[in-house]
């Protein structure tokens, strides 16, 4: 089965261009993860998404982000203008969110490395 | 809030030897704990959890952790290094009661040594 699919897997782009980045959870799942790694504030939740709906948003770093889930197979991180500061690895992941079930497993993406220069 | 900090953010160990990295939580309510592991320029994959059942938990390629809650600590060992276990490996903790949000460690970077 595929995991969950990033692209692009890696964006080199200018300070003020627009940058989207594109994610296609596992088929079935009904719970999305978007969050960045950087050396500096290592792994952090930016949003994440239950059946296409947006649920905590809290970690988006600022109005230039972001997120959207137009459907249960896909979804997308934008952020305009881009900063040198946004270079960093961002990861999707997704899980299936079971009613009654205490936690459940999130299975990443391999990544997508921004560098912004 | 919950929270989790791995003390190392390098360890180094000889192959065949013991691997311990260390986890200790802070949590209002009961946690659900997990430890992650990321190769290099790969995604995460969960090595195992603690879902408040069983306090030593057993996982993928012969890791496993011992929830102790007097010592809020979740460390993670391994009997004997081998050299593919070189990565780097994420603590993460999350509420109980049906919460998705994780909350990750800073991640401690294992090295493995001939």
């Known amino acids: 089965d595929a995991g969950v699919i990033q692209s692009p897997r890696h964006e080199v782009t200018e300070m003020g261009q627009e940058v989207t980045l594109r994610c296609k959870p596992i088929?079935?799942?009904?719970?999305l993860f978007w969050y960045r790694q950087t050396m500096m504030r290592g792994l952090e939740l930016l949003i994440y998404?239950?059946?296409?709906?947006?649920?905590?948003d809290s970690g988006m770093p600022e109005d230039r982000f972001s997120a959207k889930m137009p459907n249960a197979s896909f979804s997308t991180l934008k952020i305009q203008p881009s900063e040198p500061r946004d270079s960093a690895v961002y990861f999707c992941a997704s899980s299936l969110k079971v009613s009654g079930k205490m936690y459940n497993e999130q299975f990443f993406g391999p990544g997508t490395r921004l560098t912004v220069l | 809030a919950q929270s989790v900090t791995q003390l190392g953010s390098h360890v180094s160990v000889s192959e065949g030897a013991l691997v311990l990295l260390r986890c200790n939580y802070s949590s209002s309510v009961p946690p659900y704990l997990f430890w992650y592991v990321q190769y290099p320029n790969q995604g995460l994959q969960l090595l195992l959890k603690y879902t408040s059942a069983a306090t030593l938990v057993k996982g993928i390629n012969g890791f496993e952790a011992e929830f102790k809650k007097s010592e809020t600590s979740f460390h993670l060992t391994k009997p004997s290094a081998h050299m593919s276990d070189a990565a780097e490996y994420f603590c993460?903790?999350?509420?109980?009661?049906?919460?998705?949000?994780?909350?990750f460690g800073t991640g401690t970077q294992l090295k493995v040594e001939l």
């Open positions: 998404f239950n059946n296409n709906v947006p649920i905590d």
């Open positions: 088929s079935g799942h009904n719970s």
């Open positions: 993460a903790v999350t509420r109980g009661g049906g919460g998705n949000k994780l909350t």
